[in-house]
């Protein structure tokens, strides 16, 4: 169910995150502040939540080895897990962090306050197309970003790692 500022709120931020324009500026602006509350708050906001469900995915940078925290906007499952898309704001080029989940598919989420191990899965075609409308339900713009671009939005689904194999 869709809260009051997803509702008002909701149609005004797609409009403005589907532009073009805004494909430059985003990636300036949203991510930091995201990283910035959600540090402030404990794990527990980022702006994107008031529209669309987020969580901050640490990964293993693919040439430095450093952990590299990025805000995303998810697709909570029902068992636990996550789908995240690698739209990197509409632009040409794939977000670094999807690269990184390529070379080292163990990463970390925090979602809701609760850090979680995790190991990703690249979606292959069938999955893609199951999920794709479920994702555009959470986030619209999705289809706006993949129009705009040449490349194939490289869309995960991050499976919570069982107790035994947690770091």
Not at 117 to 122: D, F, G, I, Y
Not at 132 to 138: A, E, G, H, N, S
Request: glycine share 8%.
């Amino acid at each position: 169910m869709a809260t009051l500022i997803q509702k008002t709120l909701g149609p005004i931020f797609q409009r403005i995150s589907g532009a073009a324009w805004f494909a430059k500026v985003g990636p300036k602006i949203v991510p930091p502040l995201d990283r910035a509350l959600h540090r402030v708050s404990g794990g527990r906001l980022m702006l994107g939540q008031l529209l669309v469900p987020s969580l901050v995915l640490t990964t293993i940078g693919s040439v430095s080895g450093r952990p590299r925290q990025v805000p995303l906007a998810c697709m909570p499952e029902p068992d636990g897990g996550w789908i995240v898309v690698g739209s990197n704001f509409g632009r040409e080029k794939h977000p670094a962090w999807t690269t990184n989940l390529l070379k080292e598919p163990k990463a970390t989420v925090v979602f809701q306050g609760r850090t979680v191990p995790v190991t990703a899965h690249l979606l292959d075609e069938a999955e893609r197309d199951r999920i794709w409308p479920r994702l555009l339900q959470v986030w619209p713009v999705y289809a706006r970003y993949a129009e705009r671009v040449e490349r194939q939005l490289r869309i995960f689904r991050l499976v919570p790692d069982p107790p035994e194999a947690a770091r």
